[in-house]
Structure formats: structure tokens, C-alpha cells
């Protein structure tokens, strides 16, 4: 991990666009809350193919007007050239220079993948439309992709959407460390030396990360696991440990050098904000 520690670490929060009223006002107030903390950035995700592209944009350009910077996430599956062409150039006109580039997931009930298969032939495609205009980040997966045959066959995914022209990764959330510090390791071998940011996922509901992770192929340490089996229903012992556990985590990530930390906050300050402040991260 030596190439990552001379780097100046980001830290950014994670959002998903809200589709109710009531839940836009949930989010204005969890980001403003966040906002104080001063975060390198604020990215907000993208239904599958598509599906939020306004609520995407509409979050974006409300955290971007009250004068924090916002990165869209852009999915390409289910997507064509045309529609994907007309996204940058939305996004451009407003001024937004950072984003997610992302394969997504197809929605439930579609067959076909529309013009693109993969995470790199979107940001070739992005970087063909619009030059160096953004700042992109692509997903990594120190756990090994679950779609992936080997952990080589994952390594070589991630090396095309950088030689695409990647500026910075983020990770698929993970609570073993060493998982993390061997992918960068690996990474470097292959001449892979981009920012590779952790991503974070506090813990407030086991069974809710359970779905979560086995959706994502992201493992829960069986030592973990067992302890938060034992709590049972008790919710306030599950969210104090589940604390212990993540704080510890980045604690180790940033002594070890991760260039920063980015946060899946679920559109919740909350736990985010404990883990922050544990952390001493504002004095850092």
C-alpha cells in the first residue's frame, strides 16, 4: 500500500435518491448534517438502468447549489449510447465534473443488457464523449466480484475500467481488512497505482446487512456474525457493537494508509457520525 500514503485521504458520504417527499426532506437534513463535517464530496447512486436519472440529478444539484461538491453515479446496463450521451451532456451543462461509473444491475424482469456488458466500456465511452471534463471513480471488489471466476479474473476486470481511464476507485464495503490491504498489494503488481478508497458500511440492522451481503458478495466475519446472532433482537447492543466493529475497521484502514474512507449512510447521519467523531477524523 505504499503508493496510497503520500496521498491527501477523502472522505465522502454515500446517498440514494429519495422518491417520496417526506423522504427529500429526511435526506436534505442528513446531508446538511453531514455537510458540517466537510467531506471531500457527496456521491448519490442510480437506479438500474436509469431508473432515478432525474432524482439522481435533482439530489446532485441541490447539494451542489448549497456549495458542496456531488458526484452522480452512472449504471450503463440497460442503457444505450444515445441515452447515456444525453446524461453527460445534462450533467455537463450543470456543471458537475465528478462521477460514479458504474455496469449496475439489469431490473428485475429485463433479458437484455442494452449496448454495454461492462464497467470500462462505459468509461471509455465517457472519456470518448466528454475528454477529461470528469473526474471518474469505478466500483473494486477486495472480496472478489461475485460474478468474478477467480480473484485474477477479478484483478484483470478492474485493470480494464482503469486502463479506460479510471481517475480513483471505490470499494465494495467489506469488515476484513486484510481482504483490502492483499487487493491493493495485488493491484500494484499489476501496475495499478490510482487512489483506491475504502467503502464503509456502518451497521444498524443485522438481518437488513445479511440481505445486503449476500446480494453483494461481501463476507461478514463469522466471529461477527455469531456475536450479532447472539443479540438476538436486541437492537441497542446490535448498533453498539456493530460501532466497535467499524470504527475499529477504519481505524486500522487509514493507520495502514487507505487513502481515505467512503461512507454507504443509508440517508442516515446517525452511525455515520459516531464513527466519524470516534475516529477524530475532523482533526485529522
Not at 84 to 108: C, F, M, T, W
Not at 155 to 168: L, M, S, T, Y
Request: aromatic fraction near 12%; charge should be negative.
Amino acid at each position: 500500500m505504499q503508493s496510497q500514503q503520500a496521498l491527501k485521504k477523502i472522505f465522502s458520504f454515500e446517498f440514494f435518491p429519495p422518491k417520496t417527499e417526506q423522504g427529500a426532506e429526511k435526506l436534505r437534513q442528513t446531508w446538511r448534517q453531514l455537510a458540517q463535517l466537510k467531506p471531500g464530496f457527496f456521491s448519490v447512486t442510480y437506479g438500474a438502468a436509469g431508473s432515478t436519472r432525474e432524482l439522481t440529478l435533482g439530489t446532485v444539484l441541490e447539494i451542489q447549489r448549497a456549495g458542496y461538491p456531488a458526484a452522480p453515479h452512472i449504471s450503463c446496463i440497460g442503457s444505450t449510447r444515445e441515452g447515456l450521451a444525453e446524461v453527460l451532456a445534462q450533467y455537463k451543462e450543470n456543471g458537475i465534473r465528478h462521477v460514479v461509473a458504474l455496469r449496475g444491475d439489469l431490473p428485475s424482469g429485463t433479458f437484455g443488457g442494452g449496448e454495454f456488458r461492462y464497467a470500462n466500456e462505459l468509461v471509455e465511452f465517457i472519456r470518448a464523449e466528454t475528454g477529461d471534463h470528469f473526474y471518474i471513480e469505478v466500483a473494486a471488489y477486495p472480496e472478489v466480484h461475485p460474478q468474478a471466476r477467480s480473484a485474477q479474473e477479478n484483478i484483470a476486470h478492474f485493470k480494464r475500467k482503469v486502463d479506460a481511464g479510471a481517475n480513483a476507485a471505490i470499494t465494495q464495503y467489506f469488515y476484513n481488512p486484510d481482504a483490502y490491504f492483499s487487493f491493493v498489494d495485488e493491484c500494484e503488481a499489476e501496475g495499478i497505482n490510482l487512489p483506491i478508497v475504502p467503502g464503509i458500511m456502518p451497521i444498524a440492522n443485522f438481518s437488513q446487512l445479511s440481505r445486503f451481503s449476500e446480494a453483494c458478495g461481501a463476507e461478514i466475519p463469522r466471529w461477527v456474525r455469531m456475536k450479532m446472532l447472539g443479540y438476538g433482537d436486541d437492537t441497542a447492543s446490535i448498533k453498539a457493537f456493530g460501532l466497535d466493529v467499524v470504527t475499529q475497521l477504519c481505524d486500522r484502514l487509514l493507520t495502514a494508509g487507505a487513502p481515505g474512507l467512503h461512507f454507504y449512510t443509508m440517508n442516515s447521519a446517525g452511525l455515520t457520525s459516531v464513527i466519524w467523531d470516534r475516529l477524530h477524523l475532523s482533526s485529522r
